[in-house]
């Protein structure tokens, strides 16, 4: 009757010992996943710092030439010869440039005096062209269009003016930007372990979509952004990691932790089981002694009394009368 309540002794004490276990591993599990996931969004945050100043350099690229050239123009009252000299290295099929066009800044209704490469699609929006070169003409940095679109082609536009000059010229260019927005880095970059969506401005919509290497959007996971400014506006970068960008072993470390603490927590059960039935059995093999013991000692004593009774009945019942002498009997057993 005792079997069944140390069993369930037994495997209480087991599934406590086995509870703690699960308990710890998973605090343990937490922890490591707490720190993984701070670490890799720190470390995310520096390589979008990165990107966004290698961007950030891309504003000197384009904006020096038009300046250079913008200067020119002015100097040489907008000579397109000399112009085309200067700009013959930037603009064309496969160059930084699809089309770089001189403006009369002061104007209504601003038309290109001269084009070099492709036509401006901007020319073919004299309201937005209007717009765009009255900010240019007070503007004393880059100034950035939005997206222009003609047909499939996808053009971003800049333009700077000569500075401090009522009626002077302005230097506008325009990228081509693929019709898709599809954009990878190449496999031996150094931010090739990231994916990445560019916007124009701040605001993370399709229409500001400039370019991803995404195969579709919108971006999901762990992630990290950063504003940069270029010219007048601003870019948003928006970047997402490939894999584990502290490493494979951190990345499984917590699993690791896991399945090892499951392992223990389960090793620690099944050795707590089998010392305490070790003990119960110990426990159990003295109460027999002791049963057994008490049994022998009653024995032995039944046995002594039956001794004594034999003893007294072998004695006489009376003794006799020897004149003076005192007598008495006793029953000494044969050696």
Excluded at 75 to 104: D, K, M
Excluded at 280 to 298: C, G, K, M, V
């Amino acid at each position: 009757m005792t079997a069944g309540p140390a069993g369930r002794r037994i495997g209480q004490l087991a599934l406590g010992v086995l509870a703690a276990g699960l308990i710890v591993t998973g605090a343990l599990t937490a922890t490591a996943l707490s720190l993984y996931d701070r670490n890799e969004s720190r470390l995310l945050d520096l390589r979008v710092r990165e990107l966004g100043l290698v961007l950030g350099s891309a504003v000197p690229s384009i904006q020096t030439p038009l300046a250079s050239a913008a200067a020119l123009a002015e100097a040489t009252n907008g000579n397109p010869q000399r112009l085309r000299l200067l700009l013959a290295p930037e603009v064309g099929p496969g160059r930084q440039f699809a089309s770089i066009s001189l403006w009369p800044l002061g104007g209504s209704h601003p038309v290109p005096i001269a084009v070099f490469g492709a036509a401006p699609l901007l020319a073919s929006d004299p309201a937005l062209a209007s717009a765009f070169f009255a900010r240019v003409q007070h503007a004393r940095i880059l100034s950035v269009t939005g997206l222009l679109r003609s047909g499939r082609e996808l053009r971003l536009g800049y333009g700077f003016g000569t500075p401090n000059v009522k009626r002077g010229y302005a230097l506008y260019a325009e990228t081509v930007l693929p019709a898709s927005r599809r954009s990878r880095l190449s496999a031996n970059s150094a931010f090739a372990d990231l994916n990445y969506v560019l916007y124009l401005g701040r605001t993370q919509t399709p229409t500001a979509l400039l370019l991803t290497n995404l195969p579709r959007l919108p971006v999901t996971g762990r992630r990290a952004s950063v504003r940069i400014p270029f010219g007048d506006s601003d870019f948003t970068l928006v970047v997402t990691a490939h894999g584990s960008l502290g490493g494979t072993f951190f990345e499984w470390l917590p699993w690791m932790i896991a399945a090892v603490g499951v392992v223990l927590a389960f090793a620690a059960a099944l050795l707590t089981d089998r010392l305490v039935r070790r003990r119960q059995r110990a426990e159990q093999l003295a109460q027999t002694l002791e049963r057994i013991a008490a049994e022998n000692r009653q024995l032995y004593a039944e046995q002594r009394t039956i001794a004594d009774t034999l003893q007294h009945a072998l004695l006489p019942e009376a003794l006799p009368a020897v004149g003076a002498l005192e007598t008495g009997a006793r029953y000494v057993p044969r050696r």
